[in-house]
């Protein structure tokens, strides 16, 4: 059963849910004991391993396999929030189910009787928020703008990534692209083609819309709807002013030793006069396109 119902995409409520049908094997002991341990898990380790974290808990024939994933651009405390709350929602809405998907705002919660890992899963859904109808040239220019997005998606470092569109007098449309990190950077690309080729003309017609899936998902609006990160335009961008985006401070993975090198060697030439730094957020600095 798959549920996906009306959500606003600036705030974290619950956009989806899918359970597979009840099973009273659900409430033996041995399965409530992994998969308490399971969510516990998840829950604890990925706002410490950049929103995302697998698990697998019993053995042989009692082994559950699950993962969290959280937005590219949340924070690691909204990343943790987030996590509990599709925690919750799983043990409320399919308390007798073995095959789990909860989809919130800002995260993915997936968990199974049997292993998924690392299989892409074509099945998606798509909300539109009822937004209204956007001009026919800025469809055509925002549909050549995802496709630009999801190309470039897989090659990032957590196959993840956003841009702002500049369509002129009709404002900006943002977009971000995002794969599971189970799954191959091949395996992403194909995902987030299938996604947007599945779009169909009535919904890619809108102003707005977000695509959720097990494998990958998207999101396009004509606000910036990621409000954890910092976004400029191009008209702001000069040579003189240089963003810089410190990741949160459990990023291990960040070598600070290599940013205050670059940023002495910047203050010496006098390359900028002056700069804007990002210090919540772990993503990277969003794209720009103009397109005329």
Known sequence: MLLFGH?????NVSAGTECSEADNSTLENSFQTNLNNLLDSLSSNVPLNNGFYRATMGKS???????VQCRGDVSARDCANCTKESVAVALHQCSKSKQVGVWFTWCFLRYSDENFFGVVEPSFAAIDYGA???DPVVVSKGLAFMGGLISGAP??????QMAVLDVGESGNRYGMAQCTRDISRTDCSKCLDAQLGGLGS????????EIYGKSCSM???DYQ?????????ASEVTQSTILLFIPAVDDHEYDIHHFFTNLIRFLLLGAFDHMVVDLKSGAAEPK????R
């Open 219 to 221: 999101w396009y609006h």
């Open 132 to 134: 209204d109808f956007d």
């Open 155 to 160: 090659k990032q470092r957590l196959m993840f």
């Open 61 to 67: 024939s009692h082994k559950i396999y699950g993962l």
């Open 7 to 11: 959500c606003h995409a600036d705030t």
């Open 288 to 291: 720009t396109v103009k397109i």
């Open 225 to 233: 709807f990621y409000t954890n990160i910092s976004t400029t335009t």
């Open 202 to 209: 009535t919904l890619s017609n809108k102003r707005g819309w």
